[in-house]
């Protein structure tokens, strides 16, 4: 792997040390090392001048918000140094990021949802004497601000009734009114839209006119394209290169980004698809919170591994759970098998034969403080062999267990052990073996490998493909490229809530071509993407 | 880029698995009992700083409940209550729903049963089952209120258990107070049951005074034993359980979440009625003013001690009846107020619900063990 | 029907009203101040009771009120900041770390008193005191008014002042604007460097002292005695107040109010044959059923997000 990071635009690490105001932010030999022994950033020297809009991208985990984390004093390096304002310095907390002129506008924004837009933009430091606050001081001030800076607000609006560009532009006063010199946008336009990233932009060219240096994190290349002067490209936690904007291209961007230098080889067999078994048509969904989906349509057919690529946050999610049955569609058709499963509840769907191991076992996978043998019966703990007449037997879900450890190779001293004590890797064995168990006719399998070490990654694969070699249709969901091109016999990707790609031969593909799908660079037209699903005429119309 | 080979290492062996089981049982166990004795021993302070004499307390309250055998039966009357109760907000606080509705469950199942058990004339058998069923019945529509609420609309169950503790308990006292009561009494009560609505005094059984035990307790171990399986072999159990674990683990397992948090209350809610009926046909044998006292709340105490086990309620429930019991023997023989008691109970909850403590021990022991080994394997 | 208009409009009654309230207001405010700060204080039942029992004791044997009011306040506030600790330090549950002091409180009280005064029920047999009323000069002459206002408690004067104070605490301080960042969104609180921890002691403080004073009024305002148990769930029908009044201090003076005056109706209407009990359970029932009406509209507006998310 890839461990220096030094790549074509990117200068000696000398000069980042020796600064003297001419850098305004800067991590020197900076590696991030967690506890559980991943090792999110790798030696990664990068330094930003005052007055520069500087974008950071790379695919999901490639580093760039623990990097940013750093900087604003959410995370310390493990080793090497962060320099702010020309210095080494040492940052226990966002306070003294604060402090140093350092501010962060996060994805999730931090906001206090009753007060007024003033009120958030002041707290902390509000202004007025004696304990009291001078509303119409905050006011003013949040007015002034919004007016130099250019970022429209109502500052009298209450923060949970205004929209969520003006919710972002609140955060960026916030930043501004605590005199940021450096001003960290993670991912800001995911939840923009068109319009409210176009005014984004132009005030925050106007703050960098202004000496602001801007730290800006985006997967979306044309607005990279557009806002930032240099970029710099992350992957597997290590700095790729920094190039001027002007030289880049979207092409060239995606092809620093994507990729990896480990091949994962996977032996599988060609896959024998059979009759369809899953059959999607016109599925969108209405999503309050989070990604909408729209014009979904494909099959899944037994036999066949079918993945969903995607930048993550782009539907994945949604899609699996509408699937799993824990969301409801607005509208459109679901079968699997001959069963219409669009109006079920969770029951219904398993009944109907789907398996579902979700993306986050810690929040819904599993219940980590019962026991193994407890946690791989949520689905059939209500009928023979585990229970009759209305009674559970502890011994038949025992027995049960240690089948199933055996079988999956679960490595635990009991099946009594709470799931808690478990490892990634070994956790989601639990969860695998309890979904694949079930028998499915459908297996939705959703980031399975993420937070596992190599040795179950291995294992798992080798089960998905088992799965699908007895006869499963398998919808495989990841974030990760390589294991999907490794894995699927057939690839969809997904952006915005759509489809934009279809692959139905993944042999020559590669993971360059499919992230400029991926990135938005190039999408297929609906004839290729529907091209050989039968009309959704069988579906009932009422 | 997804992963990196974790560091974490599996521990394999099953015989260090079971030597960390028991460790932490012991652990569990010795917090428990330290848990009582730091209670206790500030129960000794308090009364040294206030001019008592805490040993010859002590040994009032510690022995006497077992001196004679009226006072045993008190105890395990007392007891017979407590821990259906304790039983009642077990059964919900297993799905996390802090339901603080025993004392409405419990007036409303005294109710229901007082009137059958005065009112309808039934055969002999049927004159004891049917206002215990009646009982059950009203505890569970009362826990089905706030249940629902909970389970449908997403209402507080704390408020809604309250408010309803509120309105049963004052609707409860209109009707001692006026169209229950005897009529020409001028002490405030109810007729008396019919003598075949009577649970058999132990005293029948045993031939020795026992007090107002009766055959409730036999009913309250039974109890205790049923919800125990209810919990840990039914399918309904196991859905309780994993919704309290965790609801959405619950709900992606296709457990029907809300209907077992409804379960959950209405269940609780008939045991709590049971302890009504327990106390009407039981000990006082007619209605009488609050007649459920501060029970209902101590249900709660002893649930929390036996982490809602319903088999360690009934240990629980036994003893803290066995300090209430002892308490009012301490204040007959000595000047310590009975109150005491309370307070040393209330210092265990508060011990019990800092949750840090235990732990932080455990931890620490851990730690300890752990180092040991490695510098045995070290060779 | 006219009988009972006839109670409801006398002076009388309006007087009544001011004073049962009292003690839910001042509650209710110590109830709201730690649920805007992110703990929900259902102690509040315990630290009236210890405020009460406190404050008799103190001024019986001092001979001063004024000294016994502020013991019992003071011990309310240690028991807030020892709910505070609780919850903070040592990761215990608000709810049943309440349950706890509250039973602490009862049964404390208790001891105290019997073995103070080796009297079971209360402290009848010491000579306490009440605090002073208050009469603004020139009220007293106004009709109904005056007969309303004249001579209240000066701890009802308090209560009824709490409400505008408690909301001016709450949006026009520095002290409340963080309090209620705090309790509403810690992060974001913490993000821009508040001490989230000092603000909620700080506040379980105020809370505790507010559920002082109104302790303090019923042992030492219209009575000069503590009677055990004197408290008879007022702390948590406050705490109903509280959600009812929407977690807002002019929504919470409301209720409170309500509740105030339910309960007055309630004594006036027993002379009347009308069952008492019967008619002070009408607040209760309307709390249950704004709770279900708000948690109704609440799920149909989607923001619960499902049953799950809403545990």
């Known amino acids: 792997m890839n461990e220096s990071g030094n790549g074509p635009g990117n200068r000696p690490r000398g000069e980042a040390a020796g600064v003297d105001g001419s850098v305004a932010v800067a991590a020197c030999a900076v590696t991030k090392t967690y506890a559980n022994g991943v090792r999110a950033v790798r030696g990664v020297d990068l330094e930003v001048p005052p007055g520069e809009i500087r974008a950071v991208v790379g695919e999901n985990g490639a580093g760039k918000s623990t990097l940013m984390k750093m900087f604003y004093g959410l995370e310390q390096p493990t080793s090497g140094e962060i320099i702010v304002g020309g210095r080494s310095r040492t940052l226990r907390g966002p306070a003294s990021a604060i402090a140093l002129g350092v501010g962060m506008v996060h994805q999730n924004l931090m906001l206090v949802p009753s007060f007024t837009v003033a009120q958030n933009v002041v707290l902390g430091v509000e202004p007025g004497r004696r304990g009291l606050v001078d509303a119409r001081a905050a006011v003013e001030t949040t007015a002034r601000l919004a007016a130099e800076s250019g970022l429209a607000v109502d500052p009298k609006a209450r923060v949970d009734e205004v929209s969520v560009g003006m919710r972002q532009r609140t955060e960026i006063l916030k930043a501004l009114h605590r005199k940021a010199r450096v001003l960290i946008l993670d991912e800001p336009t995911a939840v923009l839209t068109p319009q409210e990233t176009e005014d984004l932009f132009a005030a925050v060219r106007r703050l960098r006119d202004g000496g602001m240096t801007v730290l800006f994190i985006s997967h979306k290349l044309r607005e990279v394209r557009e806002i930032s002067d240099k970029v710099s490209v992350m992957r597997a936690g290590s700095l790729v290169g920094t190039v001027a904007t002007a030289d880049a291209t979207e092409r060239s961007l995606a092809a620093m980004m994507v990729g990896r230098d480990l091949s994962l080889d996977v032996g599988r067999t060609p896959a024998r698809p059979t009759e369809v078994t899953l059959r999607v048509r016109d599925l969108a969904y209405e999503a309050a919170t989070g990604q909408s989906l729209s014009e979904i349509a494909f099959d899944v057919a037994a036999g066949e591994v079918v993945g969903v690529a995607g930048i993550e946050g782009n539907g994945q999610s949604e899609l699996a759970e509408i699937l799993a049955g824990l969301r409801r569609p607005t509208v459109g058709s679901i079968r699997v098998g001959g069963t219409d499963t669009a109006g079920l509840d969770v029951a219904g769907h398993r009944r109907a034969g789907i398996g579902y191991v979700p993306e986050d076992r810690l929040h819904n996978g599993a219940a980590l403080d019962e026991s193994i043998a407890d946690n791989l019966v949520v689905d059939r703990h209500d009928r023979p062999p585990l229970a009759r007449r209305g009674v559970l037997h502890p011994r038949a879900v025992r027995a049960h267990a240690e089948r199933l450890i055996d079988e999956y190779a679960i490595r635990t001293p009991d099946p009594s052990v709470p799931v808690r004590s478990l490892s990634g890797g070994n956790m989601q064995k639990v969860i695998v073996a309890r979904e694949l168990s079930a028998g499915p006719r459908l297996l939705i399998a959703s980031q399975v490998t993420r937070g596992v070490d190599i040795g179950a990654m291995r294992f798992m694969y080798e089960r998905l493909v088992a799965a699908r070699d007895a006869g499963a249709a398998v919808l495989l969901i990841s974030a990760d490229l390589t294991e999907l091109l490794a894995l699927s016999d057939r690839l969809l990707v997904l952006k915005d809530g759509r489809l934009v790609g279809r692959f139905d031969d993944t042999a020559a593909l590669t993971e360059k071509h499919v992230g400029l799908y991926m990135l938005g660079v190039e999408h297929h037209d609906r004839e290729q993407l529907v091209a050989g699903l039968d009309d959704a005429g069988e579906a009932p119309a009422a | 880029m997804t992963t990196a080979p974790t560091t974490r290492v599996e521990r394999e062996d099953r015989r260090e698995y079971r030597a960390t089981r028991r460790r932490d049982l012991a652990v569990d166990l010795s917090m428990t009992l330290a848990t009582i004795l730091a209670a206790l021993a500030i129960g000794f302070l308090v009364m040294l700083l206030t001019g008592n004499d805490p040993v010859q307390a002590y040994e009032a309250m510690l022995t006497g409940p077992l001196d004679r055998s009226f006072r045993v039966g008190r105890w395990l009357e007392d007891a017979t209550t407590l821990t259906l109760l304790g039983l009642s907000v077990a059964i919900p606080f297993r799905a996390r729903q802090i339901s603080l509705g025993a004392e409405s469950q419990v007036y409303a199942g005294a109710l229901a049963a007082a009137t059958v058990a005065i009112f309808l004339p039934l055969p002999p058998v049927a004159a004891v089952v049917v206002p215990m069923v009646a009982a059950a019945t009203a505890g569970a529509g009362m826990g089905f209120v706030p249940g629902a609420m909970k389970a449908r609309l997403g209402a507080n169950e704390i408020v809604a258990t309250l408010m309803l503790n509120a309105i049963v308990v004052r609707v409860y006292d209109y009707l001692v107070n006026g169209p229950l009561k005897e009529p020409g009494s001028s002490a405030v009560h109810s007729k008396s049951i019919q003598q075949d609505s009577v649970l058999t005094p132990l005293t029948e059984w045993f031939g020795i005074p026992l007090g107002r035990a009766n055959v409730g307790l036999f009913l309250m171990l039974l109890t205790a034993v049923a919800l125990w399986l209810l919990i840990t072999r039914t399918p309904l159990g196991y859905r309780i359980r994993m919704t309290g674990s965790n609801p959405d683990f619950a709900e992606y397992g296709g457990i029907r979440v809300p209907r077992a948090i409804e379960w959950s209350f209405v269940i609780g809610g008939a045991v709590a009625g049971l302890a009504g009926a327990h106390l009407v046909q039981g000990v006082y044998g007619r209605l009488e003013p609050g007649l459920a006292g501060s029970l209902a709340f101590e249900g709660i105490v002893v649930a929390l001690l036996a982490r809602n086990n319903p088999l360690v309620v009934v240990v629980a429930g036994l003893f803290y009846s066995y300090l209430r019991a002892g308490g009012d023997i301490m204040e007959q023989q000595t000047d310590v107020g009975t109150e005491i008691v309370v307070v040393i109970q209330a210092v265990i909850v508060l011990l019990v619900t800092a949750q840090a403590l235990p732990d932080l021990l455990k931890r620490r022991i851990a730690r300890r063990q752990r180092r040991q080994p490695i510098q045995g394997d070290a060779r | ?311």
């Open chain 3, 1 to 311: 029907m006219s009988a009972v208009l006839d109670v409801v409009l006398s002076s009388a009654f309006l007087a009544a009203v001011l004073r049962i309230a009292t003690p839910y207001l001042l509650a209710a405010f110590g109830g709201l101040v730690a649920e805007r700060a992110g703990i929900s204080n259902i102690a509040l039942e315990g630290q009236m009771l210890a405020a009460a029992c406190m404050g008799a004791l103190v001024a019986g044997y001092s001979g001063s009120v004024a000294l016994g009011a502020l013991c019992g306040v003071a011990l309310a506030v240690l028991l807030g900041l020892l709910l505070a600790a609780l919850r903070l330090e040592l990761g215990a549950d608000a709810i049943i770390a309440g349950i706890g002091l509250n039973l602490l409180a009862s049964g404390g009280t208790a001891y105290a008193v019997y073995t103070l005064l080796d009297d079971k029920g209360g402290t009848s047999g010491l000579k306490s005191g009440s605090l002073p009323t208050v009469t603004l000069p020139g009220v007293e002459s106004i009709p109904l008014v005056g007969d309303v206002l004249s001579g209240q408690n000066m701890i009802t004067w308090l209560a009824f002042l709490a409400a505008p104070l408690v909301a001016w605490l709450f949006y026009r301080t520095r002290f409340g604007f963080h309090l209620r960042a705090v309790g509403e969104t810690p992060d974001a609180a913490e993000s821009v460097g508040i001490p989230v921890r000092r603000v909620q002691y700080t506040g379980l403080a105020l809370s505790g002292a507010l559920a002082g004073a109104a302790g303090v009024f019923l042992s030492m305002g219209y009575v000069s005695f503590f009677v055990r148990d004197m408290t008879a769930g007022r702390g948590f029908i406050a705490l109903a107040a509280v959600f009812l009044g929407g977690l807002r201090p002019w929504g919470v003076f409301l209720a409170a109010l309500g509740f105030g005056a339910a309960e007055a109706l309630a004594v006036q209407l027993g002379t009347l044959d009308v069952p008492p009990q019967l008619v002070s359970t009408i607040p209760y029932a309307m709390t249950l059923v704004a709770l279900a009406l708000y948690a109704w509209r609440r799920k149909r507006r989607g923001l619960a997000g499902g049953v799950a998310a809403s545990l």
